[in-house]
């Protein structure tokens, strides 16, 4: 089973919408990620949670909010889906203990979005 | 902010050797990583470098030149599965995000 695990992987759905993609994760990180990956933009961060009370905004939050419902669980969500939020999203998590390699990131396998 | 650059595609043949660079601009560095990511894949960690230098690992590289924002990734004895695109980012100092330059897409033909 995966460590970082990110539901629903496929999602087609139309703009107006509300979205919700989740994340959880069985590695014991504090801290988890969202980012958003588009052909010829890379992946570029949402927002980012260092731990379940700390909740911060990433580079392209605008049309987004999440929520940290628990350690392990990060959720993404769109209020009203747009066309232009169709893409692919992954789930990350990293910590700051156990000697890891400061900021290595482990991702889901992603969730692809499209809004029609 | 941070500004990454690197390559948008490269093609090289099976068997050879191939370098990707990466060069970026940061208000503060506290390291370079370099992620694998195949088509409709998760990223998954190739390296990391904090000092200046080069990091071997197998038959992937890693080189690091802090003065000139600079770093590369050496992959030698390419083989098909190599083919992938290759993220360069960046962490900034003070925090633990990390800013993924747009990447590189190697193709390996035979």
């Known amino acids: 089973d995966a460590d970082v695990t990110q539901t629903p992987r496929n999602r087609i759905t139309k703009t107006g919408k509300r979205i919700m993609l989740e994340c959880s994760q069985t590695?014991?990180?504090?801290?988890m990620y969202w980012y958003r990956q588009d052909p010829g933009l890379g992946l570029r961060l949402i927002y980012y949670?260092?731990?379940?009370?700390?909740?911060n905004k990433g580079e392209i939050s605008d049309g987004y909010s999440v929520s940290r419902q628990a350690q392990a669980k990060f959720s993404l969500s769109l209020e009203s889906a747009i066309p232009n939020q169709t893409a692919l999203y992954f789930c990350?998590?990293?910590?700051?203990?156990?000697?890891?390699?400061?900021?290595?990131?482990?991702f889901g396998e992603g969730s692809r979005l499209t809004v029609l | 902010g941070q500004n990454i650059d690197q390559p948008t595609e490269m093609t090289a043949t099976e068997g050879a050797i191939v370098q990707i660079n990466c060069t970026y601009q940061?208000?503060?560095?506290?390291?370079l990583f370099w992620y694998q990511q195949h088509a409709g894949e998760a990223p998954t960690f190739l390296s990391y470098n904090v000092l200046d230098g080069l990091e071997e690992k197998g038959r992937f590289s890693s080189f690091l030149s802090r003065s000139k924002g600079y770093s590369y990734l050496l992959l030698k004895e390419l083989q098909m599965k190599d083919s992938a695109s290759y993220l360069c980012?960046?962490?900034?100092?003070?925090?633990?995000?990390?800013?993924f330059g747009k990447g590189t897409k190697l193709s390996v033909i035979p």
């Open positions: 940061t208000s503060g560095f506290n390291g």
């Open positions: 990350a998590t990293s910590t700051t203990s156990g000697g890891a390699v400061p900021g290595e990131l482990f």
């Open positions: 980012a960046v962490l900034g100092a003070g925090s633990y995000q990390l800013t």
């Open positions: 590695k014991g990180h504090d801290r």
């Open positions: 949670s260092f731990d379940v009370k700390d909740i």
